[in-house]
């Protein structure tokens, strides 16, 4: 193992299983390396480094993803002051489960749009009036999914329009996989470059978008590590 290289994990524990089965999927955490034993992640009681075997004593199936070429010194140092200076308490729960919903949400609303119109059109032959109203209602949805898919763009929001401050998300706060690509951003990495930006990635999607776009190899960690 070495700086930059990810891990991406499940659990025996409830909110692993239901991430995995939230998002069709093997894995439900990833995390980043800064060292060849250690690395930073952002779980529930917030975002720290660890060491590589204390991180796997809260997983049972861990794989390495290997980046095909290793950082130079200058990202390596960066990242670990990145790393240290990332660090905090707390977990932006709503920030991960908008990045889930709203990979949900784009896929029904397109083929609610595409159906209930064609059913509407040529099944019921419906009026022009009751046509115009669903496809308002079905813009606005769009609308919604589209503000909230990016944390920054819901916040620029809520202030356009004058709501209450608490319904901000907090952008200091992280969840796993945006806490990876944000270091990889920082970093100037492979992995945060090429990402169609619809909505924050998920585990699922930045291990796909390692192995299947970037060739990072994978690779089973067994415990125990010395």
């Known amino acids: 193992m070495k ?4 891990l991406v994990s499940s659990a025996n524990t409830c909110t692993s299983w239901g991430i995995r089965i939230g998002t069709v999927s093997s894995v439900s955490h990833v995390a980043m390396a800064i060292s060849r034993y250690r690395v930073i992640e952002s779980v529930p009681t917030g975002t720290y ?4 075997s ?4 809260g997983n ?3 794989y390495l993803l290997e980046r095909p070429d290793g950082l130079q010194r200058v990202q390596v140092a960066k990242l670990r002051r990145s ?3 990332i660090q905090r308490p707390g977990y932006n729960l709503p920030r991960s489960l908008t990045s889930g919903f709203v990979r949900f949400g784009f896929g ?6 595409l159906f209930l119109n064609f059913t509407l059109i040529y099944d019921y032959d419906a009026p022009w009036f ?24 819901f916040n620029r929001t809520i202030d356009k329009l004058h709501l209450p401050e608490f319904m901000k998300t907090d952008i200091e706060k992280h969840f796993c996989s945006q806490l990876v690509m944000e270091l990889d951003q920082i970093i100037g990495g492979d992995l945060s470059k090429g990402v169609i930006k619809i909505h924050e990635l998920r ?4 291990q796909r978008h390692a192995n299947k776009k970037l060739g990072y190899v994978r690779r089973r960690i067994k415990p125990p590590i010395i």
Not at 49 to 52: G, M, R, Y
Not at 108 to 113: K, P
Not at 203 to 206: I, S, Y
Request: glycine residues 6%; hydrophobic residues 50%.
């Open 60 to 62: 049972n199936r861990v």
């Open 203 to 206: 585990p699922k999607d930045v």
């Open 54 to 57: 204390k991180f796997l004593e």
């Open 130 to 153: 009751i046509l115009t109203g669903y496809n308002f209602s079905m813009g606005l949805l769009l609308f919604v999914f589209y503000t909230c898919a990016w944390p920054q763009r």
């Open 108 to 113: 029904f609303w397109l083929v609610c749009f």
């Open 3 to 6: 700086a930059g290289d990810l």
């Open 83 to 85: 790393a240290l200076r």
């Open 49 to 52: 480094a660890k060491s590589l």
